[in-house]
């Protein structure tokens, strides 16, 4: 065998016949990102905020309290209000707790895995710790949206969805499978209104440099969604928060579909499109704020 045949292909000779490292691959000079390792990322992401968690169960443990105690404040008010009607518009009392219910579960999830991302993204372009992320190998966004998570949250969504049980036996209503289905894609489509709303406000702080009040005035917007369309005249109002900022549509469609009140499936097409535009105009305006960032140093 000549000597030659014993290197191997990737090895690079110089001029003067001596070796040196094999040249990495372009392939796997960056290497694109699988759906495995993102998820295999998130795993990470979640065991940090465990940790985290537990470092301060007093104050987990509080939150949890403070998030049942107004949900029960609200369940509380519709309780005072049917004491003197018997219908809001076309809605009994159950089907208006099974709505606030369903509005309380979508915005706890939002807040479980969303809300304190993007509340943090003006801090981390004030401070210049967006250049960090940045220099990961992987998509910006998704650490940005997804590095912390409320595990409270979760809880207090968890006894939402007992509500929205107990509710639905009052009413006698057994839904299909069909109808829990559609009921998780609906609320999976509302979460991502808010999230893409709120994540393309908070992509302000590119210019403002601060944007909490921003974001927290939609935020507050959350208490519309809790509210029967119905009982709202058609009219500007209802368009606005409609078609421009959907919250009459994230907590009634699904609530519609669950209790039979759906009037017609274009209520659910037009949610689940209204969820893409959202998130399409959001990476939009995120990609132009990334370009206008220059970093700490500069």
Not at 50 to 74: D, M, P
Not at 212 to 217: D, E, N, S
Not at 280 to 295: D, I, L, Q
Request: proline residues 4%.
């Amino acid at each position: 065998m000549r000597e030659d045949d014993s290197i191997a292909p990737e090895t690079v000779l110089t001029d003067h016949g001596s070796r040196i490292a094999p040249a990495p691959r372009p392939s796997t000079l960056n290497p694109q990102p699988s759906l495995a390792r993102y998820g295999a990322i998130y795993a990470a992401l979640w065991k940090n905020s465990v940790v985290r968690e537990l470092s301060f169960k007093a104050n987990f443990t509080l939150w949890i309290f403070v998030e049942l105690l107004w949900f029960a404040l609200q369940l509380a008010f519709v309780a005072v209000i049917y004491q003197h009607t018997d219908r809001i518009a076309t809605w009994s009392k159950w089907q208006v707790v099974i709505l606030m219910s369903a509005s309380h579960f979508i915005q706890q999830v939002f807040t479980a895995v969303f809300l304190t991302n993007c509340m943090q993204l003006s801090e981390l372009v004030r401070t210049g710790r967006l250049d960090f992320l940045l220099l990961l190998p992987v998509n910006t966004r998704f650490v940005v949206s997804l590095r912390h998570v409320d595990l409270g949250s979760f809880v207090n969504a968890a006894s939402a969805l007992a509500v929205i049980a107990y509710a639905a036996r009052q009413l006698h209503l057994v839904p299909t499978v069909a109808q829990l289905l559609g009921f998780a894609l609906l609320c999976g489509a509302g979460i991502m209104i808010h999230y893409s709303l709120m994540f393309l406000l908070a992509s302000i702080s590119f210019w403002t440099v601060r944007a909490q009040g921003i974001v927290w005035g939609y935020y507050n917007l959350f208490s519309i969604a809790r509210l029967p369309d119905a009982a709202f005249r058609p009219g500007l109002f209802k368009a606005f928060f409609t078609f421009a900022l959907p919250m009459l549509l994230v907590a009634n469609v699904p609530v519609k579909l669950l209790t039979d009140r759906l009037g017609s499936p274009w209520e659910m097409l037009l949610l689940v499109a209204l969820s893409g535009v959202c998130f399409g105009v959001s990476e939009w305006g995120w990609r132009k704020s990334v370009r206008r960032y220059t970093s700490a140093s500069s």
